[in-house]
């Protein structure tokens, strides 16, 4: 079975510090796709990646970057000087099965907190 | 485009009520999921639906908890005798049939509060 963990529960930062939030997977699928989403104090879900499994390329997006590891089964997600914006709650999720739509797994989430 | 709507927001039911949950997807997309999303919690996938079709229906609760998505309108999450145990939120995603496009868009939930 499928199975995300984020062992991090709560994260406080200061304004400007790096910040790593970690995941890591289980699944047995050959093919699947992972997902990061983040969930802002108004409560709305917004997708921020989604890498499929064949694509190890780390990602960077502005601040935003994705380390992706197959060897240790890790998609970690790393902001570059934090903003009080970027607080939120942040999921990484998981495709439940190798086909590309279908339900996600997701894992408990990270709360980070950006103090000015 | 218009994203994913969801409506109610916010819905506040006594114990023993129905609770009716809608959901449209975005324009174009024909697969919905519903997943509940507990206090402190993560999202829990419910229901995923094709349109007049239940894919899968693993993570709904087996009594008091339907599902469906017709093919003209929304999509419907209904909970009948509601409890308190029900409060939570819940947000429908839904995506595009064609492959390659897999993101998952969500709604903004609705908040469900039994009392």
């Known amino acids: 079975a499928q199975k995300v963990t984020q062992a991090q529960t709560e994260i406080s930062v200061v304004e400007k510090e790096d910040v790593t939030l970690d995941c890591v997977y289980e699944t047995r699928d050959t093919t699947y796709y992972l997902f990061w989403y983040k969930q802002p104090p108004s409560g709305e879900l917004v997708f921020l990646i989604r890498r499929n499994s064949f694509d190890e390329q780390n990602e960077i997006s502005g601040r935003y970057s994705w380390n992706f590891q197959k060897s240790t089964s890790s998609f970690n997600f790393t902001i570059t000087a934090s903003q009080v914006v970027d607080s939120a709650v942040y999921f990484c999720?998981?495709?439940?099965?190798?086909?590309?739509?279908?339900?996600?797994?997701f894992g408990k989430g990270t709360r980070l907190s950006v103090i000015a | 485009n218009a994203g994913v709507m969801q409506n109610p927001r916010h819905l506040v039911r006594r114990r023993g009520q129905e609770a009716r949950l809608r959901c449209s997807p975005m324009?174009?997309?024909?697969?919905v999921y519903w997943y509940r999303q507990l206090p402190e919690e993560g999202l829990k996938f419910m229901v995923y639906l094709q349109k007049e079709n239940i894919i899968d229906e693993s993570g709904m609760p087996k009594e008091r908890f339907s599902a469906e998505f017709p093919k003209e309108g929304p999509s419907i999450l209904r909970i009948q005798q509601v409890v308190r145990g029900d409060s939570a939120a819940y947000f429908c995603a839904s995506s595009h049939a064609t492959s390659g496009t897999y993101e998952q868009y969500f709604g903004p939930g609705t908040r469900l509060t039994v009392t």
């Open positions: 999720a998981l495709s439940k099965s190798n086909s590309g739509n279908t339900p996600l797994v």
């Open positions: 324009k174009g997309h024909s697969h």
